[in-house]
């Protein structure tokens, strides 16, 4: 690995262990094996490479969002089987660490403005990237469309998940109480 991999490494770590707020430049330094300078010349900023960092520790939880990955899904795309199936692969990384950093970044984001902003782009892939796990396909086909409005649906799902887990696991839904949420939505919007 060069400079800018053992820096994205370093950060990883460091954020799982410190968290955004206590993290600084030399704690990153540290972890990485590298040096002060190698942070501005690959990343521009200690904030942009934490964002960075924090995205792929994101991007790393979607092999566990799709369950044990032994076997394809069995449960039809875009069903409520498939909705609750995906909500509890999901639910079950939520006592994940990595999970409280989503927490501490929407607290700060008007403190950190250039990590909100590089995160707020991500919201979009994120979206993108949830779609095919519930309603099939690949995500390098769905849509610009399709990821700003089906796409965020989910991302706003996940993150008052995140808010609901991390304030009180206990008494967070389950993915059985998400799907009847669920079912009781379809049913009033199919009524006549």
Not at 4 to 10: A, I, P, T, W
Not at 56 to 71: H, K, N, R, Y
Not at 106 to 134: I, N, S
Not at 156 to 166: F, H, P, R, S
Request: charged share 25%.
């Amino acid at each position: 690995m060069g400079h800018r991999e053992d820096l994205l490494e370093g950060a990883k770590r460091c954020l799982l262990a410190k968290g955004f707020a206590r993290t600084t430049a030399r704690d990153i330094v540290k972890e990485s094996g590298t040096n002060l300078a190698s942070i501005g010349y690959h990343y521009g900023s200690k904030d942009a490479l934490l964002a960075q960092a924090y995205v792929a520790l994101v991007e790393g939880m979607g092999d566990a969002f799709e369950g044990d990955g032994t076997a394809q899904s069995a449960t039809p795309p875009g069903s409520v089987e498939r909705f609750q199936e995906v909500w509890g692969n999901i639910i079950g990384t939520l006592g994940d660490p990595m999970w409280r950093l989503s927490v501490e970044i929407l607290v700060m984001g008007d403190q950190l403005p250039e990590v909100r902003d590089h995160l707020a782009r991500a919201q979009r892939e994120a979206g993108r990237g949830l779609v095919p796990l519930l309603m099939g396909g690949r995500e390098e086909d769905v849509s610009d469309a399709t990821a700003d409005t089906l796409g965020a649906f989910y991302v706003t799902l996940m993150t008052g998940l995140i808010a609901q887990w991390t304030f009180d696991p206990n008494s967070a839904p389950g993915a059985d109480r998400l799907t009847e949420g669920l079912r009781q939505v379809i049913e009033a919007a199919t009524r006549r």
